[in-house]
């Protein structure tokens, strides 16, 4: 191996390595932590965590359990990769992580940089936009469990660390002006050539961080960039979607979906075991059909549901049952799983017992299909975060598949 990534959910994950898959080295994902027989072979390999919304103590022990073993495995570089809309509180883990990664590989800065310009995500003087709205005024101020309320990436990263933070500006990157001397450093980047240009730039005792985009240049930089990629696996079954993302995005898609093909809603205030079960029959009667299961609703029935139950207890129900779900769903022979939601993404793999992926084709930018389980029966899995894809993003993710 010669670059190791820790990502703090599944999505994020995936969406890192279809986009380091793209310059042909290949990419290994584990899901958690390594198993104790992965070798860490491939060129690039990426620890996926579930770690953006545990408290601190706990992401971070997490983080440097992975990067242990990334180090140990050969890791010459670490990228540390969160959200490219910087999803966090104030008792945020994106700070506290890089301060201990910086610790553990002995470098002495970190940089921030969630831009991801072909997803419409820019930093511009600190601040972050989401297309051509401010985060703060984006629907992830809505956000179920991180909602972003500051768009000043300075000023939300400032409460999460002990060390100094600052700005590398796009106008002082652009007049050359030195990279800053804080501990942490936020970096503009609008275009993806200023993230290129950050890759070249940044010494290397500087921890790189940021969302999946930043880390593109890396591979060309170290050398690892290849022409020919290998074969995707083939799994041939009845697919099924699981969607507990809340976000806008993802509401056009599960309501582009509804209005023509067969769907299931779970509500987290009816879902007790009767409910689940009706559900399955439901999913059990739909012959060979692709079906969605969906908990995604609008934000004013997702705060109902969490003031009754509580923020945390709404959200375990469903991921608990999308989980269920999908257990089901394979004893039934499925093997195509489409999955919304970064949460939920990891409620479904870790019911399904899957610990590595190799990745495949990527049906948007950010989402590459990835596939796991026996090798001799596969199971392929495109795992969505919220605002990601398309209006059509399921019936595009089932189109790539069939023709990879
Ligand atoms: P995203 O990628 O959009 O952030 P996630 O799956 O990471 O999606 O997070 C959405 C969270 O909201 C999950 O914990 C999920 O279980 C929870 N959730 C889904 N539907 C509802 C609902 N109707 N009410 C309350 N919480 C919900």
Redesign the pocket.
């Known amino acids: 191996m010669r670059l190791g990534c820790i990502a703090d959910?599944f999505?994020g994950a995936t969406d890192l390595a279809g986009l380091l898959r793209r310059s042909g080295a290949n990419v290994r994902l584990h899901l958690g932590h390594p198993s104790t027989d992965a070798d860490g072979s491939a060129d690039i390999e990426i620890i996926a965590l579930k770690c953006?919304t545990e408290p601190v103590i706990v992401a971070v022990s997490a983080c440097e359990k992975a990067a242990q073993w990334l180090m140990e495995h050969g890791a010459e570089k670490l990228y540390w990769k969160y959200?490219s809309t910087f999803?966090s509180t104030c008792l945020g883990n994106i700070g506290p992580v890089a301060e201990a990664l910086i610790e553990l590989t002995g470098q002495k800065q970190a940089v921030y940089c969630p831009a991801f310009p072909e997803n419409g995500r820019s930093v511009f003087m600190g601040h972050l936009f989401v297309g051509n709205e401010l985060l703060s005024e984006s629907s992830l101020k809505d956000?179920?469990?991180?909602p972003m309320t500051d768009s000043n990436l300075v000023r939300v990263l400032e409460p999460q660390v002990q060390g100094s933070v600052g700005l590398w500006s796009r106008i002082d990157q652009q007049t050359a002006k030195p990279f800053p001397t804080t501990t942490h450093v936020i970096a503009d980047a609008v275009e993806f050539s200023d993230l290129e240009h950050l890759i070249k730039q940044i010494p290397d005792s500087v921890l790189l961080t940021g969302g999946s985009a930043l880390a593109m240049p890396i591979p060309d930089s170290m050398g690892l960039s290849k022409s020919r990629k290998a074969p995707n696996p083939i799994t041939r079954s009845r697919a099924i979607i699981l969607?507990?993302?809340?976000?806008e995005?993802?509401r056009k898609q599960v309501n582009e979906w509804t209005s023509k093909y067969p769907s299931y809603k779970?509500?987290?205030?009816e879902l007790d075991p009767q409910a689940l079960t009706q559900c399955l029959t439901w999913f059990a009667n739909q012959g060979q059909s692709t079906c969605l299961i969906?908990?995604?609703?609008n934000p004013e029935?997702?705060?109902?549901?969490?003031k009754v139950?509580g923020?945390t207890e709404?959200?375990?129900?469903?991921?608990a049952a999308?989980g269920f779900v999908a257990q089901t769903a394979y004893a039934h022979g499925v093997r195509q799983f489409v999955v919304?939601?970064?949460?939920?993404?990891?409620?479904v793999t870790q019911a399904l017992g899957i610990k590595e992926v190799v990745v495949g084709d990527e049906i948007c930018p950010g989402v590459p299909w990835v596939y796991g389980g026996p090798s001799d029966d596969p199971i392929a899995l495109a795992l969505?975060?919220?605002?990601?894809g398309s209006n059509k993003f399921f019936t595009d993710a089932l189109e790539v598949l069939l023709q990879s």
């Open positions: 959910d999505t953006r959200c999803d956000h179920p469990l991180t969607s507990g993302s809340c976000s995005m993802t779970l509500n987290p205030l969906y908990a995604t609703d029935s997702v705060k109902t549901s969490q139950l923020v709404a959200g375990e129900r469903i991921e999308m919304a939601g970064g949460e939920t993404s990891g409620a969505k975060s919220g605002n990601f």
